[in-house]
Nanobody
Framework: QVQVVESGGGSVQAGGSLRLSCVVSGYTISSRNCMAWFRQASGKGREWVGG??????SYADSVKGRFTISQDNAKNMVYLQIDDLKPEDTAMYYC?????????????????????WGQGTQVTVSS
């Protein structure tokens, strides 16, 4: 059984930083697997923020320069470092995993291509 679990969210002031973690169990992440982070603010749709595959990453324009995704395949984990947090970053953040290595791109922002999702971790930024 595959599980995806996020952690690391919290309440911070604008300008602060957070590091979100995502651990996958049930299969081994390789450098060929695609992972992604999405977020969903209250009353809004799910927004792709970035993706990774091995050492390659892609980011949404809205977060480029402030968000950094990294993978630690030895630990089966993916991280999202968020710097210079802004109130508009307030959202539930989700980690998504695609098990197949086919049709896998770091820039794939379509939620339907990801097979497994975590329950999310809340990030709240106050001004």
């Amino acid at each position: 059984q595959v599980q995806v679990v996020e952690s690391g969210g919290g309440s911070v002031q604008a300008g602060g930083s957070l590091r979100l973690s995502c651990v996958v169990s049930g299969y081994t992440i390789s450098s060929r697997n695609c992972m992604a982070w999405f977020r969903q603010a209250s009353g809004k749709g799910r927004e792709w923020v970035g993706g990774s595959r091995g050492g390659e990453t892609s980011y949404a324009d809205s977060v480029k320069g402030r968000f950094t995704i990294s993978q630690d395949n030895a630990k089966n984990m993916v991280y999202l470092q968020i710097d210079d947090l802004k109130p508009e970053d307030t959202a539930m953040y989700y980690c998504a995993a695609r098990r197949s290595v086919n049709f896998c791109s770091t820039a794939n922002s379509n939620p339907t291509v990801f097979d497994y999702w975590g329950q999310g971790t809340q990030v709240t930024v106050s001004s």
